[in-house]
């Protein structure tokens, strides 16, 4: 079994009900924390798993709104570790790039705590291994292999496929229907798909928002996707705009359904999905 865990449903604008883009995937005592949107950690502790419990950090992409609290993992991981304990952050090419900024911009921080904890001293210790299609080199019982999207101009953007005694998750970050993603989810047992409901955005007139509509999915492309694949339960995140609190989603899942027959799960911040076989 591997349990999916909806950390944050949210979007780039700012929602007191949702936090940024981040997914869990937990199998067994492996943790895997699927981008690092707004108020990860805050999530995190509300599901019961601190940054020291994470396998690794995995992102899709260097959008603001996924690694907007990448900072906050690596502090928090380095915080409450009482001895060296690497944190590995898994991503596309840029991301050491990206984590050497990070670490340059807590460089106060870190100064400030060494000096005050006689026990704490050595800065963030952070492994960044950059990927781009294939399998994902990481320690433990699940295996990992990723593959491009498309998400363009952001390029470039990955999906990927968490494998563990026989069940098989496919977490993909912002994207349009690819190649990519229909290899990488082919007979999964489920997929995490970021979605936009382009039927009301396209209503919107400021073109910035229209903008969007060319480099995410609809809930109905998802449902595509995840009919091609053969996947058994799609489940949607990201919501743009915002699904209001007490609101099931119940159109967002009939957009999906037209197109794909298994189960479609939709859900606040912290809904769990167990998928098994």
């Known amino acids: 079994m591997i349990a999916v865990t909806l950390l ?27 981008d690092a949107g707004r108020s990860v950690m805050m999530r995190m502790a509300a599901a019961g ?56 911009f807590l460089g106060p921080d870190i100064s400030y705590r060494i000096a005050h904890h006689d026990d704490l001293d050595h800065p963030p210790p952070v492994e960044v291994i950059e990927v781009a299609d294939g399998p994902v080199d990481l320690p433990g019982a699940v295996t990992i292999t990723c593959a491009p999207t498309d998400h363009r101009p952001v390029e ?10 026989g069940v098989a998750v496919v977490a ?24 936009i409901r382009k039927d ?16 995410h999915s609809s809930p109905a492309e998802a449902g595509q996707t995840a009919a091609r694949a053969g996947v058994g339960t799609l489940v949607l995140t ?22 794909f027959d298994g189960r479609v799960e939709i859900g606040d911040d912290l809904h769990r999905i167990e998928v098994t076989p």
């Open 8 to 34: 944050g449903t949210g979007s780039p604008m700012p929602d007191p009900n949702r936090a940024g883009p981040a997914t869990l995937v937990s199998a067994g005592d492996e943790h895997y924390l699927v």
């Open 156 to 165: 470039p953007s990955i999906g990927y496929h968490f494998d563990h005694d």
């Open 238 to 259: 990201h919501y743009v705009p915002a699904i209001p609190p007490g609101d099931p989603g119940d159109d967002w899942r009939a957009l999906a359904a037209a197109h």
């Open 49 to 104: 798993v601190g940054a020291p419990n994470l396998s690794a950090v995995v992102l899709t992409h260097l959008h603001s709104d996924h690694i907007t609290d990448l900072n906050d993992v690596i502090t928090t991981r380095w915080v409450m570790t009482f001895e060296p304990t690497p944190l590995t952050i898994v991503g596309p090419v840029g991301t050491r790039a990206a984590v050497d900024h990070l670490l340059e």
């Open 172 to 195: 993909a970050g912002d994207t349009v229907p690819c190649e990519g993603l229909d290899r990488l989810s082919a007979g999964a047992d489920a997929l995490v798909h970021t979605v």
């Open 200 to 215: 009301v955005i396209e209503q919107i007139p400021v073109q910035r928002m229209r903008d969007t509509l060319d480099y």
